[in-house]
């Protein structure tokens, strides 16, 4: 992931951009764990909450997978169902650590 | 907006990394950015900080975007600012909403720094436009008001015609109105009119009405032909509902004869030089709605140093204590006794100063139009 070609198609500097990646990376792990916390306690809707939370901010950023996986997770909590999160949550947190790793 | 002060925009939503990205690339193109991640911060600031323009997160825990729209449209602090609204690409009803509730655009999520940039930059320019707009119809409105004030002719510009006004239009397009027509050397009409309602409708008809005046009060036409001539017209060109109460007075100095046209307007107070006032009250129709409209007619024989009042309903009606010209005329007998003493070309200011003070606002329109023989 090239966070310089990123930056420029978002019309920011790359040092703003590695501002909002960290802000991003912070809000996703608290998001991450008011999902896992929704799937303990079964209320999906509190995991469609922090699922949309995390969509929308990886949208901004152009994160498409992370974009991708949150709106699935949304999608389907929105309809009561957590099936398969831990797949979900798995993928996310590495999505998230690849980004820490940059 | 002045020139030298940044634009400022209040950006709403509750994911902050949404607010971070937004204030970046704004503040970057020099706009100062306010942020709130929930609704009532939000409003707090519009209220507080007056933004150029607002960007809306319309899904949000608690107060929701369109919760928070509504109030500001609300009040008429934030009811100007425009909003735009941030929303998810599928959300068909919430889009139709948005602007129903008064959004002038929408930006779907997930954003892109540059399009939020471009909507921003180019609602701004539309409210620049709008409101400079405003501005330029206002100062078109003040441009009737100076054009209203040019129509009337000044005592100083009719030394012939020994007459002195009060005139006072409440709003921008007042609705009195009055003439002084130098008919021959001798031969003066004074005309005083009241029209219906106070808008610009009404000044255009001012208008219209010097110039029927001019046209038809000559040496040829008596003054009852003249006002029929004049309501025929009238009737033809005013707005539906649209008409005018009116006075005129034909004084004639060589014969001493003075005829008085009255189309339902408030009664002629004559001074005479040596005795007290009294009302000359005609019965008539008003100007502008009947074709065979009759107006009251009234000849009498004046004397140098008669002094007499024509004048709008503003000066003797009061809506606070009920008073209509009908009962308020007479009333009013005694305070021109008190200014007898005034010459012509002041009584009029004297009379509204005995009346209203100095500095207590009247409820209407006023003109007042002394003449003396």
């Known amino acids: 992931m090239d966070f310089k070609d990123l930056a420029s198609r978002l019309g920011i500097d790359e040092d703003d951009f590695q501002e909002l990646v960290e802000l991003f990376v912070t809000t996703t792990l608290s998001d991450i764990e008011k999902i896992k916390k929704g799937v303990q306690e079964g209320n999906s809707q509190d995991a469609a909450a922090a699922s949309h939370s995390i969509k929308g901010a990886a949208g901004n950023l152009g994160f498409d997978d992370i974009f991708t996986l949150a709106k699935d997770m949304e999608m389907q909590a929105k309809q009561g169902s957590m099936d398969n999160f831990e797949d979900y949550i798995r993928d996310l947190e590495n999505g998230v650590s690849a980004l820490n790793n940059i | ?373």
């Open chain 2, 1 to 373: 907006m002045g020139n030298k002060q940044p634009y400022t925009v209040l950006a709403v939503d509750d994911n902050l990394l949404n607010l971070k990205l937004i204030e970046k690339s704004l503040s970057k193109e020099g706009y100062k950015i306010f942020s709130a991640d929930n609704g009532p911060d939000a409003r707090a600031i519009a209220l507080k900080e007056k933004p150029d323009l607002i960007l809306l997160d319309i899904e949000m825990p608690g107060e929701t975007g369109f919760d928070v729209i509504k109030k500001l449209k609300d009040s008429s602090e934030t009811i100007a600012i425009p909003v735009i609204f941030l929303t998810g690409v599928s959300e068909v009803d919430s889009k139709l909403k948005g602007f129903d509730l008064g959004a002038v655009d929408y930006i779907t999520k997930p954003f892109h720094p540059l399009e939020v940039l471009a909507r921003v930059r180019i609602h701004l320019k539309l409210s620049i436009a709008t409101n400079s707009l405003i501005a330029d119809q206002a100062s078109k409105l003040r441009q009737v008001t100076e054009a209203q004030v040019a129509m009337l002719p000044t005592p100083e510009d009719n030394p012939g015609a020994l007459f002195g006004v009060y005139y006072k239009a409440l709003e921008e397009a007042g609705g009195d109105f009055y003439d002084i027509l130098n008919i021959s050397e001798k031969i003066t009409g004074y005309f005083v009119a009241d029209f219906s309602g106070h808008d610009i409708k009404t000044s255009y008809g001012t208008a219209s009405v010097k110039a029927l005046l001019a046209q038809n009060c000559t040496p040829v036409y008596s003054p009852a032909e003249s006002m029929k001539m004049i309501n025929d017209v009238l009737v033809e060109i005013l707005p539906d509902g649209k008409y005018l109460t009116a006075c005129y007075m034909h004084i004639n100095r060589t014969t001493k004869k003075m005829t008085i046209i009255n189309a339902g307007h408030p009664p002629v107070v004559c001074l005479p030089k040596d005795g007290e006032p009294y009302l000359i009250k005609t019965k008539g129709d008003v100007l502008g709605i009947f074709k065979d409209a009759h107006f009251g007619t009234q000849s009498i024989d004046v004397s140098e140093g008669d002094k007499f009042f024509a004048y709008s309903d503003g000066l003797v009606e009061s809506a606070q204590n009920k008073i209509t010209w009908a009962n308020g005329a007479d009333s009013l007998l005694p305070v021109y006794k008190q200014i007898a003493q005034v010459p012509y070309d002041r009584a009029p200011a004297e009379l509204v100063n005995h009346l209203f003070g100095n500095d207590a606002l009247p409820e209407d329109d006023i003109v007042v139009l002394c003449v003396k023989v």
